[in-house]
């Protein structure tokens, strides 16, 4: 056994094996999408989707060789911002400008207004819980201000929170029991508890930043929270209690959101609005779909 434990120690300590995890490398050319290259997300096959390919208003199906192909075209003066997937595989949209979530059938393409609140500044990012409830962040940039919102599976719209900063990112941790939202201007991180019904309660402080904006962020299997840092040009992880595990470096500086894919589930994938492009990385634990 001591010629394997001997392999074993150098593949750990060799240059390739440590650049498999946590070293960004490009999935895509630069400059295949706008500077709203915003809302990577992944289905249920597996295929990568980005907003904004080529021009605002469109959705990019991302191939696993980095090959971009427009998927949809959205509405006349929608934009989308961020994509989830509901269980029967629609892909819903935040559109920012036409103040809606959208709903596209990915079979048919066809694409509808699922959500419509007059009270909605723009809808920003979004997560779903394993009961089809969408949480929503619901910036307001110009007063730097924010709203989360819970929508229904049959669309109907609940306020949740209107005394934010300016909302962002925003995401479940695994066992959906807690809601983390960040707000980029005052560079804060907030975490809820989330009860039965969708309601939050007990706001705390999850973690403050000195410097940097906050943009996306995804939950692990194991809880910890990777965040985006907007003009940092990093992934920052923290653990579920608020500790600072690593930060990843990208090659971009403009990060703007991330989301697992991969065969098992630990490859991250970043957008950056500088490169208008989409990197990659590899990540330890699998996300908290996988």
Not at 146 to 151: S, T, V
Not at 249 to 266: A, H, L, V
Request: charged share 25%; proline share 3%; hydrophobic share 35%.
């Amino acid at each position: 056994m001591k010629w394997y434990n001997t392999i074993i120690t150098l593949l750990l300590l060799s240059p390739a094996w440590a650049q498999d995890f946590y070293q960004a490398r490009d999935l895509t050319k630069e400059n295949l999408f706008t500077t709203n290259c915003e809302g990577p997300a992944v289905d249920q096959k597996g295929n990568l989707f980005v907003v904004n390919f080529q021009k605002d208003g469109t959705i990019g199906q991302v191939s696993a060789n980095g090959n971009v192909k427009l998927f949809v075209a959205l509405p006349t003066g929608s934009i989308g911002n961020a994509i989830q997937f509901d269980r029967q595989g629609n892909m819903l949209v935040a559109d920012f400008s036409g103040h809606n979530i959208l709903k596209v059938n990915t079979q048919t393409k066809n694409i509808s207004v699922w959500v419509h609140n007059e009270s909605f500044n723009q809808p920003n990012d979004l997560c779903i819980n394993k009961k089809g409830q969408v949480f929503a962040s619901d910036p307001n940039w110009k007063n730097s201000t924010g709203k989360i919102w819970r929508i229904e599976p049959d669309g109907n719209s609940f306020l949740l929170q209107d005394d934010m900063g300016t909302t962002n990112g925003i995401e479940l941790s695994p066992e959906e029991k807690i809601l983390y939202v960040n707000e980029s201007v005052q560079r804060t991180i907030w975490a809820f508890d989330v009860d039965e019904q969708g309601n939050l309660s007990n706001k705390r402080k999850f973690v403050e930043f000195p410097d940097f904006g906050l943009d996306g962020m995804k939950c692990d299997k194991a809880g910890n929270l990777l965040v985006t840092r907007y003009d940092k040009g990093a992934v920052a992880v923290f653990s579920p209690k608020g500790q600072l595990i690593r930060e990843v470096n990208t090659k971009g500086k403009k990060t703007s959101n991330i989301c697992f894919g991969g065969k098992d589930g630990k490859t991250c994938y970043v957008t950056l609005q500088d490169r208008k492009c989409v990197e990659t990385f590899r990540h330890e634990t699998a996300g908290k779909f996988y």
